[in-house]
Each structure stands twice: as structure tokens, then as C-alpha cells.
């Protein structure tokens, strides 16, 4: 969740018509992962044209995620967001290859998200702050593009 102020609201915020509004800032209240998805739109334009531009969207959940690319969206990455929970506070940010889910250790009759990180390690969303490594019976819910330098969807990308 985020919490914004009116002076944190930029002043073309009405150039986006009534009810959206640019921030300059915004403050995280819940400590949480996040998802940073980039995706292409295609757009028709005037004379049968198409014109396509990459954009970005920061989602909450895995839930979120998973209907976000559900959509016909085409998605180029996702990066996981995590809070480090340690003295010295800040954010891990890491791109996923794959989301599962299976019965959560602690609670057969929930469900846990599981996130595979490009490193090959994991991320476990559970209710019940479980590990992935001793889980097993993982359904594959969704199957990220790799990472192919050149094409645009490399955020490491060296100019």
C-alpha cells in the first residue's frame, strides 16, 4: 500500500483527465513485496498504422501479477521487490523466471505463491513466512520471458 499527499501531486496531473494523478513521491506503509512488470502495448493509429512502446506497472500481489498477464498483456520482465527485514532496512530487487504454487508446510489448506529468481533460488509468499526448499508438488501457474540481451528487456544492459 502506498500513501500519498497533495503535496506530493505533480502539476500535470490534470493533463491526465479527471480522477488520475501524477506523484512525485509516495510513501510505502506496508513493508511487502512488489512486482515491477514491464510490458508492450500496440496501439492502432490513424491510416491502419500500429505503433508499439514499452511500459511499466508496479503491482502488489501475485494474484495481481498473474491476471495482469492473463490479459493478452504481452510482458517482457518482472522483477521482484523484497523488503530486507534487517537493521538496516532497504529493498532486494530480482527478476522472476517462473511463478508456482502448491499447499502451504504450514497449512495444507492454503495456497503459497513461489517465485523463481534468474538466480535459480526462490521466494516463498506464505501466509505462514515458510521456506520454499522443502516443498513439493509445485504447480507452474506462469513461465516469464528469459532475458535476451539486445531485444530491450535487459534492465543490466550495458550502452
Known amino acids: 500500500m502506498f500513501l500519498t499527499t497533495d503535496t506530493n501531486k505533480h502539476p500535470l496531473s490534470t493533463a491526465y483527465g479527471k480522477g488520475n494523478h501524477l506523484w512525485t513521491g509516495v510513501k510505502v506503509l506496508i513493508n511487502r513485496i512488489w512486482f515491477i512488470v514491464d510490458y508492450q502495448l500496440r496501439e492502432q493509429v490513424d491510416g491502419g498504422g500500429e505503433l508499439t512502446f514499452t511500459s511499466t506497472v508496479l503491482l502488489s500481489t501475485g494474484e495481481d501479477l498473474l491476471s495482469f498477464a492473463s490479459q493478452n498483456t504481452a510482458v517482457l520482465s518482472v522483477f521482484l521487490m523484497t523488503p530486507d527485514l534487517g537493521p538496516s532496512g ?5 527478476r ?31 501466509l505462514f513466512a515458510a ?11 506462469l513461465e516469464l520471458p528469459a532475458c535476451v540481451v539486445g531485444t530491450g528487456n535487459d534492465r543490466n544492459q550495458s550502452n
Not at 532497504?90 to 530480482?94: S, V
Not at 521456506?131 to 501457474?141: D, I, M, R
Open 90 to 94: 532497504g529493498w532486494t530487487i530480482d
Open 96 to 126: 522472476l523466471t517462473k511463478v508456482w504454487e502448491c499447499a502451504d508446510p504450514a497449512d495444507p489448506s492454503i495456497n503459497a505463491k513461489i517465485y523463481s529468481k534468474e538466480d535459480g533460488s526462490h521466494h516463498m509468499d506464505s
Open 131 to 141: 521456506s520454499a526448499a522443502p516443498l513439493g508438488n509445485w504447480k507452474l501457474l
